[in-house]
């Protein structure tokens, strides 16, 4: 390993968003930069450890155990060097009263968000929440008139310039299935799923664009069942032959639970975008600003702990601010 004067900032700005996005291309358009730069900052970067940091997947890239054990100190470092940059002459009172409005699919509920929810009401313990289901909202329109403060968004592409984004995670998909199913019906491959009997969240209550719309209503064959919250679907599936589609981590917080057994899912269920959107006047809002750290931290390392072999069950969510870690900010104009 080289002393540290091989190094500077915008390589270690670098290194956290790919560690964060997963993908060179799509780091590169949150930084501002060519991909050939960001490519050639992580050379330059496993140069100065004396090993790569990332290797390459099917979906993008992932990160090398190296990698994994850099990334907490770094971006722990960047946030407080970035906090320095960008104090201003206010006071912020995290004990004063504050409530926030937040869209996002009710799956995500339980496990992405509740890490979230936490360590908030530990910091601001005035501070109120409402959930919106996000099939009821006009996300850009009411992101613009202040009805909704922020919004966890899977679907069209947010195209107003007043609205932020920032990536969150490329969601993977996993099969439901009651425990045994296989033993009465064999393994479930794709083309066992496309037969089987299925339980699906109505196409009305999926937003357009949304992957589970193509993965799950392709076929002109009706489902067995649709409900209109996902939250039904493990109770349903415990108790039937019904298959299920849903999104990995939910899957993770519900098989023990429910008793079911996971699958993987068929092809055609491709990762899912996520992304945090809010308007950009809550970049004057440092309470708005410290839950956008919390939710960028939460995520970041649930992708950690899914990485690094972390038994797959409810224990997954638990803990997430146990290293009492801080979060760092970002942005990104909507594109």
Same mark, same amino acid.
């Given at each position: 390993?080289?002393?540290?004067?091989?190094?500077?900032?915008?390589?270690?700005?670098?290194?956290?968003?790919?560690?964060?996005?997963?993908?060179?291309?799509?780091?590169?358009?949150?930084?501002?930069?060519?991909?050939?730069?960001?490519?050639?900052?992580?050379?330059?970067?496993?140069?100065?450890?004396?090993?790569?940091?990332?290797?390459?997947?099917?979906?993008?890239?992932?990160?090398?155990?190296?990698?994994?054990?850099?990334?907490?100190?770094?971006?722990?470092?960047?946030?407080?060097?970035?906090?320095?940059?960008?104090?201003?002459?206010?006071?912020?009172?995290?004990?004063?009263?504050?409530?926030?409005?937040?869209?996002?699919?009710?799956?995500?509920?339980?496990? #992405? %968000?509740?890490?979230?929810?936490?360590? *908030?009401?530990?910091?601001? !313990?005035?501070? $109120?929440?409402?959930? /919106?289901?996000?099939?009821?909202?006009?996300?850009?329109?009411?992101?613009?008139?202040?009805?909704?403060?922020?919004?966890?968004?899977?679907?069209?592409?947010?195209?107003?310039?007043?609205?932020?984004?920032?990536?969150?995670?490329?969601?993977?998909?996993?099969?439901?299935?009651?425990?045994?199913?296989?033993?009465?019906?064999?393994?479930?491959?794709?083309?066992?799923?496309?037969?089987?009997?299925?339980?699906?969240?109505?196409?009305?209550?999926?937003?357009?664009?949304?992957?589970?719309?193509?993965?799950?209503?392709?076929?002109?064959?009706?489902?067995?069942?649709?409900?209109?919250?996902?939250?039904?679907?493990?109770?349903?599936?415990?108790?039937?032959?019904?298959?299920?589609?849903?999104?990995?981590?939910?899957? #993770? %917080?519900?098989?023990?639970?429910?008793? *079911?057994?996971?699958?993987? !899912?068929?092809? $055609?269920?491709?990762? /899912?975008?996520?992304?945090?959107?809010?308007?950009?006047?809550?970049?004057?809002?440092?309470?708005?600003?410290?839950?956008?750290?919390?939710?960028?931290?939460?995520?970041?390392?649930?992708?950690?702990?899914?990485?690094?072999?972390?038994?797959?069950?409810?224990?997954?969510?638990?803990?997430?601010?146990?290293?009492?870690?801080?979060?760092?900010?970002?942005?990104?104009?909507?594109?």
């Amino acid at each position: 390993m080289n002393d540290g004067k091989s190094l500077n900032l915008n390589l270690l700005r670098i290194f956290v968003k790919v560690y964060e996005t997963g993908h060179v291309t799509r780091a590169a358009e949150e930084l501002g930069m060519s991909q050939p730069a960001v490519s050639a900052g992580l050379t330059r970067l496993a140069g100065h450890y004396g090993q790569p940091l990332f290797r390459r997947t099917k979906n993008g890239i992932a990160p090398t155990p190296m990698a994994d054990k850099l990334f907490e100190p770094i971006r722990k470092g960047m946030h407080v060097f970035e906090t320095g940059l960008t104090i201003r002459d206010e006071t912020v009172s995290y004990d004063q009263k504050r409530h926030f409005r937040i869209s996002l699919p009710n799956l995500a509920e339980p496990t #992405i %968000f509740t890490p979230v929810l936490n360590q *908030l009401w530990r910091e601001m !313990p005035s501070v $109120t929440v409402e959930i /919106a289901p996000f099939f009821e909202v006009d996300l850009e329109q009411e992101l613009c008139n202040g009805a909704l403060d922020l919004a966890y968004h899977v679907g069209e592409e947010i195209r107003d310039p007043d609205l932020l984004t920032h990536h969150l995670v490329d969601g993977r998909w996993a099969c439901i299935t009651r425990k045994g199913w296989s033993d009465d019906f064999g393994p479930l491959t794709p083309e066992a799923y496309d037969r089987a009997a299925k339980v699906l969240i109505d196409r009305h209550r999926v937003p357009v664009g949304n992957p589970l719309i193509y993965a799950d209503n392709r076929s002109n064959s009706e489902p067995a069942c649709r409900v209109h919250r996902g939250w039904s679907i493990p109770q349903i599936v415990a108790h039937s032959d019904l298959v299920a589609l849903v999104q990995m981590p939910f899957a #993770i %917080f519900v098989h023990r639970r429910f008793g *079911l057994d996971i699958h993987p !899912p068929p092809p $055609t269920a491709t990762p /899912a975008r996520l992304e945090m959107v809010w308007h950009r006047r809550a970049d004057r809002d440092p309470m708005h600003r410290r839950l956008r750290e919390l939710a960028i931290h939460s995520v970041a390392e649930l992708k950690r702990r899914m990485r690094s072999g972390y038994p797959m069950d409810e224990g997954l969510f638990q803990g997430i601010w146990d290293s009492d870690s801080e979060a760092g900010p970002a942005s990104q104009p909507a594109r």
